[in-house]
C-alpha cells in the first residue's frame, strides 16, 4: 500500500510539473504573439531576439522609445519586432489604440504608427478628428470605415488582448517592452546604448 501511495503521489508531482511547464510556455507565447498579424512590423529570420512593444501612444517616452526600435530593428533585419497597441485608460493611449487597430484592417497600421508616433502633444495638443482625417487622408485610409470599425466587435477584441497581454505582464510604467523572455520597464528615455546591451544580454542567456 505504501509503495502504490509513493507512486501516486510521484505521478501527481509529474502532471503538477508538467502542467506547470505549459503553464509557462502558454504564458510566453501569449504575450509575444499579437492578435493581427499586421502588428509585426519585421519578421525577423528566427536567429535574432523578440521584441515585443506593449505600446502607449499617449506617452512621449514611448513614441521616442519606439523610434529608437524601428531604427533598431531596420539596422538588424535578424530582429522580430511586434508592437502591441494597449488602449490605457489614460489620455489619447485607448482612442488611438483603437483606430491603429482599425486602421490596420485596411492594411494602413505601420503608416499610421509613423503617424502617431510623429505626433507631439507639447506641440499640437490632444488628439483631435482633424487630425485623424488630415492623416487617413495621407495614406488612403477610408476615414469612415476606420471609425466604425474602431467601435466594432474585431477591434475591440483585438484591444482586449493587447490589454489583457499588459495586465499579464504586470506592467507599471511605460515605455515596457519585452526582449525574449525578459520584461523591461522604463521610467526615462531608452537610449541606444541600452537597447543594445538589453540585446546582448538576451543573446547570451
Known sequence: MFFRICIACIALAACYAIYEIVKVRNYWHFLQTPPADFLIL??????????????NYDCEYCKDTHLLMMDYAAKNPNVRLIVRPVPYAVGDAEMAAEMLLAAGLQGKFADMDKAFTAYKYSLRGPLAEKFFRET????????????????EEKVQ???KNNASASIRANLKITPAFMINK??????????????????RQENNR
Do not use: H
Not at 141 to 146: A, I, L, N, Q, T
Open 182 to 199: 525578459t520584461i523591461y520597464q522604463q521610467d526615462r528615455p531608452l537610449t541606444l546604448s541600452d537597447l543594445t546591451s538589453m540585446v
Open 136 to 151: 487617413a487622408a495621407l495614406y488612403d485610409v477610408d476615414f469612415d470605415k476606420m471609425m466604425r470599425e474602431a467601435e
Open 157 to 159: 477584441e483585438m484591444a
Open 42 to 55: 519585421q519578421k525577423g529570420n528566427g536567429e535574432g531576439p523578440t521584441i515585443v512593444e506593449f505600446m
